[in-house]
């Protein structure tokens, strides 16, 4: 994986159009949506709740995305769903390429939950406009050295991936005149942030500290967007 080469990246609001695994139809069984930061750190959150069962989710990650070469990225798995506390998820690099239509064709190898297997697949996504001054805020929780959970807002958008002690949260919501939630997995035990401002951050005073001293959220990143 490359090292943060310094950059500021443009942040950004992913919806993933469809997936096919080779042999397979492409097609789109959840409301995948993913924020990035962009800025200095790059990180960025996925979750994907199931469309016929919100409460249910096929995969909740984030981590910090990097650019490598030739079109690939290579996403950091911080905190995953999939993965036990301590243990270590599999690569996750893709190629992509802008597609006629605007839209971004992703390919590569992943585990394929239907097979067990590791195989090549194609995810479609659809990016949304960031208008000229977007807010956007990440934040970490922070347990020692180790990494707990992330929140990223994008505008009117807000997702957030935690390790619980219970498991792996995740919950995604929206700004209007007030945060709504319009999606959620797992119990929060109450590490979630608090959304009570329209800027993410302002509420974070109000969690400085979950369960014991040593677990905090981190302001990571906090700009206005302008190209």
């Known amino acids: 994986m490359a090292a943060n080469d310094g950059r500021l990246r443009s ?25 990035n930061a962009g800025g200095a750190t790059n990180l960025y959150t996925d979750f994907r709740p199931f469309l016929d069962n919100p ?7 984030a981590g910090q995305k ?9 996403f950091s798995h911080l905190v995953d769903n999939r ?3 301590g243990g270590d998820a599999a690569p996750d690099v893709g190629l992509w390429k802008v597609l006629a239509n605007g839209d971004l064709l992703e390919t590569g190898e992943m585990p394929n939950p239907a097979s067990g297997r590791v195989e090549k697949y194609q995810e479609v996504w659809r990016e949304e406009d960031i208008v000229p001054g977007t807010n956007v805020v990440a934040l ?6 180790t990494v707990r959970g992330v929140c990223i807002q994008v505008g009117d958008w ?6 619980t002690e219970y498991g792996v949260c995740a919950r995604r919501s929206h700004f209007a005149e007030s945060w709504r939630v319009v999606a959620s997995h797992g119990p929060d035990s109450g590490m979630l942030m608090p959304l009570t401002g ?8 109000y969690l ?6 040593r677990v905090n959220w981190v302001v990571a990143e906090n700009y206005t967007w302008n190209p």
């Open 11 to 35: 942040p950004s609001v992913s919806r993933r159009i469809s997936i096919r695994f080779l042999h397979n139809e492409p097609s789109e069984s959840t409301s995948t949506l993913v924020l």
């Open 55 to 61: 409460a249910n989710c096929d995969w909740a990650f």
């Open 66 to 74: 990097e650019y490598i070469s030739d079109g690939r990225c290579a």
């Open 83 to 85: 993965v036990d506390k």
């Open 140 to 145: 970490k929780l922070m347990d020692g050295d």
């Open 158 to 163: 807000a997702q957030e991936v935690v390790r």
């Open 198 to 205: 329209e800027l993410i951050h302002d509420t974070s005073t």
């Open 208 to 213: 400085s500290r979950v369960n014991n001293e």
